[in-house]
């Protein structure tokens, strides 16, 4: 025995800061635990996060959560780690109420109509039956019942609408991938009971296969001696993996979260730079380094038949990413595999956000697959609701990191069963209050768009001309200040020059917006200036800023409003701005727009930003 | 017994702490002659979690005869002190 000392490190717990708040918070302490645990690498963590979140109050958490969902696992082992780390994975998206059948109560609970299970009418339905459990531990290798399987899953699919997993066994640990009496059994037991599954189930039976979530464990799966002292199937970091396995493929029956994937091309679904290298230089053999492109490709239309929708999202002239998909005919992907193109210079977060308008779906239903870390932290930092595959450098990866999200499985497979499931779940959406997919109404609804108006004053000026000077698109103007004079325009009691700070629950994006009025009259102001930073457009900010002036040029006895456009290369964003809050065309030259508004006294349509009024602070 | 490689310092605060978070229980101290009677819902399914999660915390491993062997507290700490981690009251 060699001995050296070492000191001990201490266990720094991730929580705390969650914890010390918990009591006064509740649902400030959830979103720190929400951000700050990694709950998935260590059992710790895992038993901490368990135990914590049984003090957030159920309220708090079904604020948060977008549906609730009734899950049933039923099983001839202890569920207890499977159960908690499946609740875990779910929350904070779906909030779900988890029974967990006693041992070997699986038959009773499936067959009997006045069963617990009966009467917990759970949504979905999970059944677990483990290798050591049909076995007594190993010891005897008895055929599985797939009789009793098969009639147990009839009865209880003659009642219930509900889908029911069923998790395949898992290998003995005795299992060499030979022939011996070990790995017979274990292959029977796996055919006999996912053919059990579909003849009880028939179109409705879907399956897990244990396998490679178990592979993907960087440690030990099996631990018998979990299962002789508390009969726990797998080594309990295995059986949290399990549960995770089980929330996503629960998540992508009920309530998936991926509806659309926005994919960059250059790099991504092909080598190359189609506007540099052109169509037919473009890297798409099977044969070399062009496999990875191809299998990200067969992976893409994949998902586009299993009903979710393609949007090529690159930076390029159009023409040559049409070209490529014309004249490579070894493209997987056709152009008609593709809803939407949204090539061109712009942004990519505006074309995301464009796509979605689109199609009227929220940004959280968008997966997004760029070979770029510029452009997914571009796509980050502006529309943080939408899912970014974090690529690897070695596009042979991309596929299996992307399939690893595990947001793309329609595990639903007939045609019949699909449209079924579709009912159910729209069904399910109408009875829950809020739906994974939401119209911008809603979505700005839940926002909980928050703006404080701030006079320029010293405080702010660097931050308000680093604005003027920067931003392009959302610009009714574009006037350019300088220091000097935007300093007069704020210590100006007859102009109103205001900027504003804009949060809403995804985060505080500091001070995002611009608006300068002047006097031009006895009873009338112009808008000197009115511009928002891309990060916040497309929220209403503009209504909450227009009905801030609004109050203050009321209070000030005016009764006109004149404002302007003056169009440039990148500004078409607000060509119709002023027209769409009812101001009326004055004069329209080539150059400029004037717009005059009356009803001062009438509100502008502010329905989902709460307006604060702030002092100079947050130069942020 | 196996060989060990180094001899870490651990304190009671370090093992308290794993209690804690296996029981749910923010003041629970421990003392030597603790058992499981003394600690509210120490069961044989919570005496694995409190096991994995001392293997986990500490580096160890632990037999199934060791485990089942454990009584009290202090035959834990003598444990952990087979295994390298030298614990102190």
Known sequence: MRSGEVASTTYADPLAEAKKIVEESPSNAYELFLQTSDVWSSFIRFMSAVQFLQKIPKEVRQKRAIAQLKVALLGNCTLSYMSDALSLALGPRIFSEIYSGDFDQWVMNLIDPESALAKFEPDIVVLYLSSLGLTSGGTMLVSPPADQIEDALRTFAARSRSPVITVLPEPLLECTGGNSDADRWYREAVQSISLAAKKGLAERAITLDPVPTLLSLKGEWAAPRYWNSAKVPLHPIACMALGRRLAQMIENITYPRTKVIAFDCDNTIWGGVVGEDGASALLLSPFNEGAGYLKLQRLLKEAASNGLILVALSKNEERNVVEAFQKRGEMILKTNDLSLLKVNWSPKSQNLLGAAQELNLGLDSFLLIDDSPFERGEIHAALPEVLIADLPNNPDEYASVINGLGVLERPVVSDEDARRTELYRQEHARQSARKSVVSPEEFLRDLQLEIVAMPIDANNLDRALQLISKTNQFNLTTRRHTRENLASLASDPDVYAYCYRVSDRFGDAGVTGICVAYRDGESSFQIDTLLLSCRVIGRTVENAILEHLRRWLVEKGVSQLYGEYLPTAKNGLVSNLLPRFDFTLISDTDNRKVYKYTHLDKPFTNSFAKIIEGNGEGDR | ?89
């Open chain 2, 1 to 89: 017994m196996r060989g060990i490689d180094k001899i870490i310092k651990a304190t009671k605060q370090d093992v308290e702490q794993v209690f804690r978070i296996v029981f749910g229980r923010d003041d629970l101290e421990l003392f030597p002659e603790m058992t499981a009677r003394d600690v509210e819902n120490w069961d044989s399914f919570h005496h694995l979690n409190l096991i994995l999660a001392l293997e986990e915390r500490f580096g160890v491993r632990f037999s199934a005869e060791e485990i089942a062997s454990m009584e009290k507290v202090d035959d834990l700490f003598w444990l952990l002190g087979q295994r390298g981690v030298d614990v102190s009251w």
